[in-house]
Nanobody, 121 residues
């Protein structure tokens, strides 16, 4: 059973907004972070945003100022508010819960099955 469940993806026009949600209520392991990755077929996955249990947030340069990650401790959930979407944001978006990767801002561990985001020009 996949411990993380993403929702909120869809198709929007450039300039539009979407809010992704990740339900981690079934994730029962320790973690110090949650985050979002995205992947386009044929390309490596790309870290989008991470939020640590301290509340610190980090973003890929390509989404800074447009995306915002947040978490709800009571619901064990993480969200990604995506504004001013661009066609290059089109990808499958995956939620992740686990631990910091080395000295980077990336989070890795359990992953969901993804939710598709498609942005048309």
């Amino acid at each position: 059973q996949v411990p993380l469940l993403e929702s909120g993806g869809g198709s929007v026009q450039a300039g539009g907004s979407l809010r992704l949600s990740c339900d981690a209520s079934k994730y029962s392991y320790s973690r110090n972070c949650m985050g979002w990755y995205r992947q386009v077929p044929g390309k490596e996955r790309e870290g989008v945003a991470t939020i640590f249990t301290t509340g610190s947030t980090y973003y890929d340069d390509s989404v800074k100022g447009r995306f915002a990650i947040s978490q709800d401790y009571a619901k064990n959930a993480v969200y990604l508010q995506m504004n001013n979407l661009k066609p290059e944001d089109t990808a499958m978006y995956y939620c992740v819960a686990g631990h910091q990767v080395g000295g980077t801002w990336y989070c890795d561990g359990a992953r969901g099955q993804g939710t598709q985001v498609t942005v048309s020009s």
